[in-house]
């Protein structure tokens, strides 16, 4: 019986110790210095650029997508904001983000037609963790849990949320010479021991024969950081040096 009472007390102080702090993770941010032919811009994008063919990418905040999809962010738990946790009031401890969410532009002045699809889109961390960009199937699915019996005001707001996640994810499409096209790309969320990350756009196909099957292709990548550490209960904040666990 003391034995018991012993290791009980032993996994409670455990718990109190391992509550000591908690993680926070500043917004992502490009590396200055990309490898040509990149470009940093001001907004915090980075641009790829190739003769008259562009491709930008942007890391977005939540509190960006708050204001974008501002309607949809202001009912606190009930809020239906697909990307964020809308204005949703949570616990100190919980810093991560429901995703990890990037802007894609492209302008396409220079081929007669290219395509990049969002599924070869991956994250690589330095620390050796992969995300691969999530479709509307799997952003449905994480969501229906939320939509308890499919009936009444929860399945409205699941609706709300798919409909906008398929108007405003970028989408699996040929882009014509004089076009041009935007849209979100969503990681899982990043978990607290990543400082620095490549994205890589894979096999973005610039040429077609005549059947339409790829005959060229690239890879993109971009190098992004981010400022990652621990807040402890006195309020002291440390960083966490790239590459510590």
Not at 31 to 57: N, Y
Not at 78 to 91: H, L
Not at 214 to 234: A, H, K, L, Q, T
């Amino acid at each position: 019986m003391v034995f018991v009472a012993m290791r009980l007390l032993f996994v409670a102080l455990l718990g109190l110790c391992s509550c000591g702090y908690f993680y926070y993770a500043e917004p992502i941010s490009p590396v200055q210095g990309q490898a040509l032919p990149l470009d940093v811009h001001d907004d915090g994008s980075i641009l790829f650029t190739q003769g008259r063919f562009e491709v930008r990418v942007r890391p977005m905040t939540d509190e960006e997508l708050n204001r974008r999809f501002e309607s949809m962010s202001s009912e606190g738990r009930k809020s239906t904001n697909p990307y964020t946790f809308g204005n949703a009031e949570r616990p100190v401890q919980e810093t991560k983000g429901r995703f990890t969410v990037f802007l894609l532009t492209v302008k396409n002045y220079e081929y007669p037609k290219i395509l990049i699809d969002p599924a070869r889109i991956s994250l690589e961390a330095d620390n050796g963790r992969d995300y691969w960009a999530l479709d509307l199937q799997q952003l449905s699915s994480y969501y229906r849990a939320y939509a308890l019996g499919f009936a009444g005001n929860e399945y409205a707001r699941l609706r709300e949320r798919t409909d906008m996640l398929n108007r405003t994810m970028y989408q699996k499409e040929m882009l014509f010479s004089g076009q041009e096209t935007e849209g979100y790309l969503v990681f899982p969320s990043l978990h607290p021991d990543v400082t620095a990350l490549t994205m890589t756009i894979l096999d973005a196909i610039t040429r077609f024969d005549y059947r339409d099957e790829p005959v060229e292709s690239m890879d993109i990548s971009y190098r992004f950081e981010r400022e990652v550490g621990r807040i402890y209960r006195d309020g002291t904040r440390r960083q966490t040096a790239s590459g510590s666990p």
